[in-house]
């Protein structure tokens, strides 16, 4: 293989997981003690079904669930075979007469078994057919695979099932009514009992998230690193994105769990892929598998394909009939569900989120309707509509109009066209917004491109938007040409990648004590992957290959630490989520200390995206927010000032119920508390459900679990509002010293050289860039608040032009360091010809 230079440097471990002294420990129990459930030989699989089987809501019916998947798999092979083998068409469609009387004048009625063929000449046919009989004889013995399989996943399940029941004390007739933390805090309380996990005393949240989630968790990464080929430049379609099942199951088949893949097994690593002296000859092994690989993908591309259109074809042809229009529908598509994952996020967790975010993004979708389709489709629909109501009124009139060849078909065809057509004509109540839309999908969604921010409106910005989100037809779509394209991607697209992608499994793997081998994304370290543009500032050591794109190690410890209110984050983290709480604590004091006049912070910015009219469903942002502008409000009307006290109580109520709160008291009123005591640590009320009745319990989960939601959504925006002042400080510098490098022209050259061997000089360029003048940026933020008022509405914010300077350097390859502090450099890339005096990349954590 042809050597190229990888982007990838090595990882050092950040922090140790485990208690102190508990590195080499093994945990030993008298042979007596031992219960059914000590030492759990593979841990990802025990806690990966303990939680699929809370998902699925209980043993029975996860078994009627796969019974079922076994009876549809058979009736769709059979069925198919009947209608390809054992149907006299000629018959069904009239085109052959079928006489049951003895009179040929007598009225002939063909009834359906008529057009069935009799079966010794069905099982004739069938025989006669060898292209049939090799279709039958492979789903026979993918069938009896799947039979095996299930039986052995019953067998383990009923393990999973008796767990809960004497080592959980949860019934599986309550099971529905739990929470997953709430199972989650009973497995870390047992720990101690039953010694689930030998080496470590206590297992962490964490750790059951790395067992379940380890191999999710590198995908996610190696989408946020673009490492994947799943985006592509089409020369009609432009920028396209395709990532099917059947790529993403080639994907995890090729890295994790499938012959010859990386793993050994389902925690550790092979040993060869940890050190970097045969990198070379490991890429030439896995480029060689990705080809047989997609090779074998090319052979069976038939049989998959013709199941694909069957499947699709049953699962999706009485959805049609019955909603027209529920292909013009949109859902989440596989490549949005990677790219807007968190690290360490479960799946009902992400699916919450990108459900909450649905309606505001179709409506934003709606928004860029054509006006050119929608005059077609009018009058489209109203030729269509005319033909199908007189058609319609014959049919009332007299019920033998149906009996006329076609008719029926062209009322169908109708009706279809009527409600397509009716898919292009929007609400005449739509008010475009897309702005506010996109900050209220922001809210839930947490992650965003930096160019969406201010074109909204454009489409540039909705085509990669529908990349996310697309159409329910563009998805039956893209499944239906994946067994064609596949082949294609992994043999051209992901084979030359091999060399990046061993560097990347040995250069971001780290191996945890109880855990095994993991994802050093997944640890949502800020120093060793934090961005300086999201918060990390002078936490982050991370050159701008290690860290993670889009704030993705930011938000996601923002996530777990919300989710998981008893988990205790490593130093580096603690030190970051307690920066985030003064900032957000500080800005709240501001927000409603200023009554007067709005404040001009970013609190009240990310506070001000939530309230629309069509997403109040936010309960502490739209309380927080009722606060400030009620405190707005009370200068003009002194009736308002009333409501004020009483909604500072109601927002301290809710940020006491907040699962992160500080366990010290806060000390003075209500409304100086704020949304700053949302980052804490303390006592998890969503774990107290289990002293009441069952319904009790699950509303006050709801309710608890609502609270963090919101309270993460809040804190998504808050990050996001401070990443783009950050950005905008950066250009303004950076646009500042070109035009100071224009007008200087040749004296610049002198001036370096002048300078040159002084103290000064060590900085880097764009730390000497001067800040543009407090009176340049406001008059630049008042122009851009008038355009925004006179195209949207809405309150003007006198305050934008006064903006704290930043207090970062940024470094050359993209280590940032506080000014007047000495600025770590990464270590650089070993050469190739160092390669065999590289260590080892795994590093215990």
């Excluded at 629909?381 to 029926?408: C, K, M, N, Q, R």
């Excluded at 927080?624 to 009736?639: E, K, M, N, T, W």
Aim: with cysteine.
């Amino acid at each position: 293989m042809a050597h190229f230079d990888t982007e990838y440097q090595r990882l050092e471990a950040s922090y140790n997981d485990s208690p102190p002294g508990e590195e080499d420990l093994i945990v030993h129990v008298p042979e007596g003690s031992k219960s059914p459930w000590h030492h759990i030989e593979n841990l990802d699989l025990f806690f990966s079904r303990i939680y699929n089987l809370h998902q699925k809501n209980g043993f029975t019916c996860m078994l009627i669930s796969e019974i079922f998947e076994l009876m549809q798999f058979i009736f769709v092979v059979a069925f198919t075979t009947f209608l390809v083998s054992c149907v006299d068409y000629d018959i069904l469609f009239a085109n052959k007469l079928v006489n049951h009387s003895q009179h040929s004048g007598d009225p002939v009625k063909v009834t359906l078994p008529d057009a069935f063929l009799p079966p010794s000449e069905c099982s004739a046919r069938i025989q006669a057919n060898g292209f049939l009989l090799s279709i039958l004889v492979i789903a026979g013995v993918f069938w009896v695979h799947r039979l095996i399989k299930f039986i052995y996943n019953i067998c383990c399940y009923w393990e999973i099932h008796s767990f809960y029941i004497n080592a959980l004390k949860i019934p599986m007739s309550n099971l529905p009514y739990y929470t997953w933390q709430e199972v989650q805090a009973r497995i870390v309380q047992i720990q101690k009992e039953h010694q689930i996990c030998i080496h470590k005393k206590e297992l962490t949240e964490l750790d059951i998230y790395h067992r379940i989630l380890r191999f999710k968790n590198y995908m996610v990464a190696m989408v946020n690193k673009s490492l994947l080929p799943v985006r592509f430049h089409l020369p009609l379609l432009g920028d396209t994105v395709f990532y099917t099942r059947g790529l993403k199951y080639n994907f995890e088949l090729i890295f994790f769990w499938g012959p010859g893949s990386l793993f050994e097994n389902e925690w550790s690593l092979k040993a060869e892929y940890k050190r970097g002296s045969n990198r070379l000859e490991l890429a030439e092994k896995l480029g060689t598998r990705i080809l047989w690989i997609g090779i074998a993908n090319f052979l069976l591309c038939p049989l998959i394909l013709i199941w694909q259109i069957l499947y699709a074809f049953f699962s999706y042809t009485e959805i049609l009939k019955r909603e027209p229009g529920s292909l013009g529908a949109r859902c989440w598509s596989l490549y949005g569900r990677c790219y807007l994952r968190h690290f360490n996020e479960l799946d009902h967790e992400l699916h919450s989120r990108l459900s909450k975010g649905y309606k505001p993004a179709s409506k934003y979708m709606n928004c860029f309707i054509s006006p050119l389709f929608t005059i077609v489709a009018k009058n489209v629909a109203f030729f269509a509509g005319s033909i199908l109501a007189v058609l319609i009124a014959l049919t009332i009139y007299d019920e033998d109009v149906l009996a006329v060849e076609h008719v029926l078909t062209t009322v169908t065809i109708l009706g279809v066209a009527v409600t397509v057509c009716r898919s292009f004509i929007p609400d005449q109540h739509l008010v475009f917004c897309p702005e506010q839309l996109l900050r209220v999908i922001l809210a839930h969604i947490h992650y965003m491109p930096d160019h969406w921010q201010g074109n909204a409106h454009r489409y540039e910005t909705r085509d990669e938007f529908a990349q996310l989100f697309q159409y329910k037809a563009v998805f039956i779509l893209e499944e239906l040409l994946s067994p064609i394209v596949t082949p294609l991607i992994l043999i051209f697209c992901l084979r030359p990648k091999a060399l990046e992608i061993i560097d990347f499994f040995r250069n971001f793997t780290v191996e945890v004590v109880g855990v095994g081998d993991t994802c050093s994304f997944a640890q949502m370290d800020v120093r060793q992957h934090g961005h300086p543009a999201w918060m990390s500032a002078g936490k982050t050591e991370a050159s701008v290959y290690q860290q993670a794109e889009d704030g993705k190690t930011e938000l996601s410890l923002m996530h777990f630490a919300i989710t998981n209110p008893h988990w205790q984050p490593p130093r580096e983290s603690t030190a970051f989520i307690g920066l985030l709480k003064e900032r957000v604590h500080r800005d709240s004091s501001l927000a409603l200390a200023q009554q007067a006049v709005l404040p001009d912070n970013t609190l009240f910015t990310s506070i001000q995206s939530l309230q629309t009219e069509s997403e109040p469903h936010s309960l502490i942002a739209n309380v927080i927010a009722g606060s400030s502008v009620l405190g707005y409000q009370a200068v003009r009307d002194p009736q308002a000032s009333r409501h004020l006290s009483a909604v500072s109580e109601v927002a301290s109520a809710l940020c006491s119920f907040s699962p992160l709160q500080s366990t010290q008291p806060t000390h003075g009123s209500s409304h100086q508390r704020g949304p700053g005591t949302m980052t804490g640590s303390g006592a998890d009320a969503r774990t107290a459900s289990s002293g009441s009745s069952a319904w009790e319990g699950q509303l006050q989960s709801l309710i608890l679990s609502e609270y963090a939601s919101t309270e993460m959504s809040l804190h998504a925006l808050y990050m996001h509002e401070l990443h783009k002042q950050h950005a905008q400080l950066e250009l303004e510098r950076h646009l500042w010293h070109r035009r100071e490098s224009d007008e200087s022209g040749e004296s610049a050259q002198e001036e370096s050289e002048t300078h040159r061997g002084t103290p000064s000089s060590t900085i880097p360029r764009s730390a000497s860039y001067p800040f543009a003048s407090p009176r340049q940026m406001g008059e630049e933020a008042a122009a851009l608040q008038v355009s925004f008022q006179r195209r949207y509405g809405g309150v003007s914010d006198p305050g934008m032009m006064h903006r704290a300077p930043s207090h970062f350097a940024r470094l050359p390859l993209g280590g940032w360091a506080e000014d007047g502090q000495p600025a770590r450099h990464p270590e650089p890339v070993p050469e190739e010809s160092s390669e065999d005096e590289l260590p080892p990349q795994v590093h215990k954590v």
